[in-house]
């Protein structure tokens, strides 16, 4: 076994799982099988079965999903660059689907870090409704930024914030809630020898209290009728069954939507172990135990995947719309100039999560010079609230004022910013677009290596007939660059010569 387990971690598998301890033990042996998850918002499983290089097979629990086969590099490509497919363990891509998110309702994945299951809500809401990623560590913050980005998500609000002031902000307020929980990771030993490293006997408890406040925060922020789902990459039962029961234990107004043993795939949630060596769970009923029994369990001993424990928490309440038509977005693309603090500098903690840059121009020089941009190179109307933050210029799906004294990263899409009194259009710009909707677009060829010339941000020469413009338009100025059809970035085009607007933290940098 190439991996080195703790005694104590084995001792205890070896206690939960009984006949099966030595096939989960020989799961170790087994290389752990890769996957990718194909970008609906940008691509159709359909079209991107046709395009991709690698050989697939399909993954049970997600219709988008896909392993790879061993050896397969799906990073080093160009469609991955372009944001047609995401990178992701498939396990990690299960309680997404089990958390049935429909377009316009409004998402909270309350640890969304570094982003996999986020572009996986804005794939299921399709531009609509609210997607809100949030994450406690501000460093994996940027990821999670840049990965909304990369997948072309309109409709997405970055925090870094303590869930708990995020409850304050937001009570009742969302559908469905995502909680991919941080764990002691115990389900990732097999792919990731340094969450071994980390592990000690006091991680599941010390996992268990940070667990609990999340929760806590989550239903207070779920409106009537809504759905939670709690996941972990763990196997702790502390962390897991035991969680749960005490939720239901606290929340009589949610019950557990059984998943578990509904599928050869998802086996059911282990209630006897927890009930008997969690002294603190023995006062709970019979009936919340039952429940949860209906959480799951994704053995890596029993599917390709790694280990997860998921558990859907259903509201009792009537499903209810109130609230929804103030934070609808607006079909005008020309509002008024709006400062993300109502005209106020904001404070130091703000200015810190969204820096303002040296404010060169009014926020009615912007507006203009946004306005002027889009109507000169883009064919439809952005919907949604227009954010003025210092030099940058954003679409919110929600208004002003409503991210009032939270720390924001992104409050929105990410449009451009000014730069010597003029509008720069930003890169998530581009990669959120289609080709349609652009006045001038260059289509390059992933096979010719043009396409990864221009991720490397070298300059190419591009002649005037392949630069193809909406009528009465002209070839030379600013075109929507893409790679086999679909949108990877910004370039500007003249006399022959397109000059690369590919940013230099995204660039291509493998041989």
């Not at 009032?404 to 677009?433: C, E, Q, S, Y």
Request: with cysteine.
């Amino acid at each position: 076994m190439a991996v080195q387990l703790p005694l104590i971690f084995k001792e205890r598998m070896q206690s939960i799982l009984k006949d099966e301890y030595d096939t989960f033990l020989q799961s170790y042996d087994q290389t752990p099988t890769g996957g990718i998850r194909v970008n609906t918002l940008k691509i159709s499983v359909a079209d991107l079965l046709k395009l991709t290089p690698f050989k697939l097979q399909s993954i049970p629990w997600c219709p988008s999903g896909f392993y790879t086969e061993a050896g397969a590099r799906p990073g080093l490509h160009p469609y991955y660059h372009a944001g047609l497919y995401y990178i992701q363990e498939p396990s990690a891509m299960a309680p997404v689907e089990l958390l049935d998110v429909q377009p316009e309702e409004f998402v909270l994945d309350l640890c969304a870090a570094p982003g996999g299951k986020s572009t996986q809500i804005a794939a299921k809401l399709q531009g609509q409704g609210i997607l809100v990623s949030n994450d406690l560590n501000s460093e994996r913050t940027k990821a999670l930024a840049k990965n909304l980005e990369l997948y072309g998500v309109r409709n997405g609000v970055v925090l870094n914030e303590h869930p708990d002031r995020i409850s304050h902000k937001f009570p009742r307020f969302f559908h469905k809630i995502l909680i991919d929980a941080p764990c002691s990771g115990e389900g990732m030993f097999r792919k990731d020898e340094d969450m071994v490293k980390q592990w000690t006997e006091e991680s599941p408890e010390k996992y268990a209290g940070m667990q609990r406040d999340i929760l806590r925060s989550a239903a207070s922020m779920l409106r009537s009728g809504g759905r939670i789902v709690y996941s972990t990459c763990t196997f702790s039962p502390e962390e897991n069954e035991g969680m749960i029961a005490e939720f239901l234990n606290e929340n009589s107004d949610f019950h557990v939507i059984p998943v578990g043993g509904t599928t050869e795939y998802f086996a059911s949630g282990e209630t006897a172990w927890t009930r008997n060596q969690m002294v603190s769970q023995q006062s709970i009923s019979d009936g919340v135990w039952d429940q949860v029994a209906g959480t799951a369990r994704l053995w890596p001993h029993k599917i390709q995947g790694e280990g997860h424990f998921i558990a859907v928490l259903q509201h009792h309440g009537e499903p209810t719309t109130e609230g929804n038509a103030v934070f609808q977005s607006t079909s005008e693309n020309v509002v008024e100039p709006l400062a993300l603090k109502q005209g106020k500098k904001g404070s130091k903690q703000d200015r810190g999560a969204l820096k303002r840059g040296h404010e060169s121009s009014s926020e009615a020089e912007a507006i203009t010079a946004y306005h002027q941009f889009v109507k000169e190179h883009l064919s439809f109307v952005l919907e949604g609230h227009t954010i003025v933050y210092g030099q940058h210029i954003y679409q919110s799906s929600l208004p002003h004022g409503s991210l009032d004294k939270l720390k924001v990263i992104r409050p929105g899409w990410n449009i451009g910013f000014m730069k010597n009194g003029r509008f720069i259009p930003g890169h998530p710009l581009a990669t959120a677009l289609q080709a349609s909707e652009c006045v001038r677009v260059i289509d390059l060829s992933s096979e010719t290596g043009e396409a990864v010339k221009y991720l490397k941000g070298e300059t190419l020469e591009i002649n005037e007939e392949r630069v193809t413009c909406t009528t009465g338009a002209t070839t030379k100025g600013y075109a929507l660059i893409c790679i086999d059809g679909y949108s990877a970035g910004w370039g500007k085009w003249q006399n022959g010569i397109l000059k690369n607007e590919y940013p230099a933290g995204w660039r291509w940098t493998s041989v």
